[in-house]
């Protein structure tokens, strides 16, 4: 359980890790928001524009996505779409 404290710490990094990854989904025509962290370490991420229809998002969920988070935030057990 993540206190008030380290998900404040945890979502600043994350922010930062989207905003690297940006460019790249922005390149396809797609983007990316944090929505929330609760505290059980799960992120919750909005797609936009076309990552949000796209049939390779859960792929770029997992192997972009979450894994750039986690590099950033150990303490960050799973990411998911909220408009998947």
């Given at each position: 359980?993540?206190?008030?404290?380290?998900i404040?710490?945890?979502?600043?990094?994350?922010?930062?890790?989207?905003e690297?990854?940006?460019p790249?989904?922005n390149?396809d025509g797609?983007?990316?928001?944090?929505?929330?962290?609760?505290p059980?370490?799960?992120?919750?991420?909005?797609?936009?524009?076309?990552?949000?229809?796209?049939?390779?998002s859960?792929?770029?969920?997992?192997?972009g996505v979450?894994?750039?988070?986690?590099?950033?935030?150990?303490?960050?057990?799973?990411?998911?779409?909220?408009?998947?």
């Amino acid at each position: 359980m993540l206190s008030a404290r380290e998900i404040k710490l945890a979502e600043k990094r994350i922010r930062e890790a989207l905003e690297d990854l940006r460019p790249f989904l922005n390149a396809d025509g797609g983007d990316i928001t944090l929505d929330a962290l609760d505290p059980e370490g799960i992120v919750h991420v909005r797609l936009h524009g076309a990552c949000s229809g796209c049939a390779m998002s859960p792929m770029t969920m997992k192997a972009g996505v979450e894994e750039a988070i986690k590099r950033v935030a150990p303490a960050v057990v799973s990411v998911e779409a909220v408009n998947a």
